[in-house]
Structures are given as structure tokens and as C-alpha cells.
């Protein structure tokens, strides 16, 4: 079951939310922002409102968005547009004001799991490894890991045909098509073996010997 932080300081609409969303997923309640920030990294979807007795919600959605690609909907009553677009350009995946539909927002959650779901190859989350190819954020057991282009290039491929065979050749088309030429052909296991030591401690990559890559993860 799915895992939904509510990080609402209002305690009747916290307990409304929670009532609303029980039967469909797993819930935790914070107060504070100092209550919430233990949970943000352990959950499937935030729902955050932004006037928080201990600070801005805007601090969580910076904070989250140092080492996670995880989904944040805001719940607020500020209806200011330049507040509104701070929010959404730090990292928040949509923007609700108060007061609202509990039909919508249940709506509007739903269709970011499934959003999620079909788009596995944008944002890839597994255990440790935590993927926002969109955004370029990589992470690995909640730490940002830097990716060059080629790097991140390699890794889209490979979890983008997860379980299958990349060959060398086919790989190596992908991501230097329009300058083989240039490249050396050991560019592209010189590549790999940086991804693997940034992955650690997690051996995602199978080498196939004499053939090419898997992502085995």
C-alpha cells in the first residue's frame, strides 16, 4: 500500500484528510515541520500546507527536492500567484488552494500514482535508488549522487529496457550516435564501471560477457 505524509498543523482538517484517505493508502500525520522531516524521504506522496507553526512549507519542498523525486502536492490557503509559482518551480508536483474538493484531491492523487507508474523510465524509485531523470536528481540511500550526461544517458537506457540485453553496439548508438566517430569504444565500459562505483553499495548492472549490459534491479 501506497504511503501518504499529510504535513497539515490544523488538526480537524488533518483528521479529515486522514479519514478521507485510510481505505486506499497508508497514512502518517505531522504537525510541524520539524515532525515531518524524519518522513519525507519514507513515503510515496506528500500533501503539504505551507503555513506551518514552525516554518514555510517552501523549506520542505527544498529540502525534499535535495534527494528525492518524491510526489508533493501542495494544500494551501495562500492563493498568490508569485507564492504559487516559488512552490511548483522548487519542486512541487501541483498546487491546491483552500478551501477544496476531497473528491478532487483524491483525484488528483490517484492520477499521480498512476502518472508515476506509466512513466517508470522518467522517474525510477526502488529501495535505495531513487531516479528523477526529468530533473536530473539522482539519489542513493537519500544521498545526491552527481551524474555527467554520458553517465546519465547510460543508466535512462539501460532501467529503460530493464531485464533486457543492451549490446554493446545497440548501447553505444544510443548515446554517442551522432559522434562515434570520435569516441573511443572503450569509452563506454570506462562509463559503466563510474556508474557502478556511484551506485555502490548496489550492484544494479549485470555484465552479459562478449554481449553488452542489464539492468538487473
Given at each position: 500500500?501506497?504511503?501518504?505524509l499529510?504535513i497539515?498543523?490544523?488538526?480537524?482538517?488533518?483528521?479529515g484528510l486522514?479519514?478521507?484517505?485510510e481505505?486506499?493508502?497508508?497514512?502518517?500525520?505531522?504537525?510541524?515541520?520539524?515532525?515531518?522531516i524524519?518522513?519525507?524521504?519514507n513515503?510515496?506522496?506528500?500533501?503539504?500546507?505551507?503555513n506551518?507553526?514552525?516554518?514555510d512549507?517552501?523549506?520542505i519542498?527544498?529540502?525534499?527536492r535535495?534527494?528525492?523525486?518524491?510526489?508533493?502536492?501542495?494544500?494551501?490557503?495562500?492563493?498568490?500567484?508569485?507564492?504559487?509559482i516559488s512552490?511548483?518551480?522548487?519542486g512541487?508536483?501541483d498546487?491546491?488552494?483552500?478551501?477544496?474538493?476531497?473528491g478532487?484531491?483524491?483525484?488528483?492523487?490517484?492520477?499521480?500514482?498512476?502518472?508515476?507508474?506509466t512513466e517508470?523510465?522518467?522517474?525510477?524509485?526502488?529501495?535505495?535508488?531513487?531516479?528523477?531523470?526529468?530533473h536530473?536528481k539522482?539519489?542513493?540511500?537519500?544521498?545526491?549522487?552527481?551524474?555527467?550526461?554520458?553517465e546519465?544517458?547510460?543508466?535512462?537506457?539501460?532501467?529503460?529496457?530493464?531485464?533486457?540485453?543492451?549490446?554493446?553496439?545497440?548501447?553505444?548508438?544510443l548515446?554517442?550516435?551522432?559522434?562515434?566517430e570520435?569516441?573511443?569504444?572503450?569509452t563506454?565500459?570506462v562509463?559503466?564501471?563510474?556508474?557502478?562505483?556511484?551506485l555502490?553499495p548496489?550492484?544494479?548492472?549485470?555484465?552479459v560477457?562478449?554481449?553488452g549490459?542489464?539492468?538487473?534491479?
Amino acid at each position: 500500500m501506497k504511503k501518504v505524509l499529510i504535513i497539515e498543523d490544523d488538526k480537524n482538517l488533518n483528521k479529515g484528510l486522514s479519514i478521507s484517505l485510510e481505505n486506499d493508502y497508508e497514512l502518517i500525520s505531522s504537525y510541524t515541520l520539524q515532525d515531518s522531516i524524519t518522513h519525507i524521504y519514507n513515503v510515496d506522496l506528500i500533501l503539504l500546507d505551507m503555513n506551518l507553526p514552525d516554518g514555510d512549507g517552501l523549506e520542505i519542498i527544498k529540502n525534499t527536492r535535495k534527494n528525492s523525486a518524491t510526489p508533493i502536492i501542495v494544500l494551501s490557503a495562500i492563493d498568490l500567484e508569485p507564492y504559487i509559482i516559488s512552490a511548483i518551480e522548487l519542486g512541487a508536483d501541483d498546487y491546491i488552494t483552500k478551501p477544496f474538493s476531497l473528491g478532487i484531491l483524491k483525484a488528483k492523487i490517484k492520477r499521480m500514482f498512476e502518472k508515476n507508474k506509466t512513466e517508470d523510465f522518467i522517474i525510477y524509485k526502488n529501495e535505495g535508488l531513487n531516479f528523477n531523470f526529468q530533473h536530473n536528481k539522482f539519489c542513493v540511500d537519500g544521498v545526491h549522487i552527481d551524474l555527467t550526461p554520458t553517465e546519465t544517458k547510460i543508466l535512462y537506457y539501460l532501467i529503460k529496457n530493464k531485464s533486457k540485453i543492451l549490446t554493446k553496439e545497440i548501447l553505444f548508438d544510443l548515446v554517442w550516435s551522432d559522434y562515434d566517430e570520435f569516441i573511443d569504444k572503450n569509452t563506454l565500459s570506462v562509463n559503466i564501471s563510474r556508474i557502478r562505483a556511484k551506485l555502490k553499495p548496489y550492484n544494479p548492472i549485470d555484465t552479459v560477457f562478449g554481449v553488452g549490459y542489464k539492468w538487473n534491479y
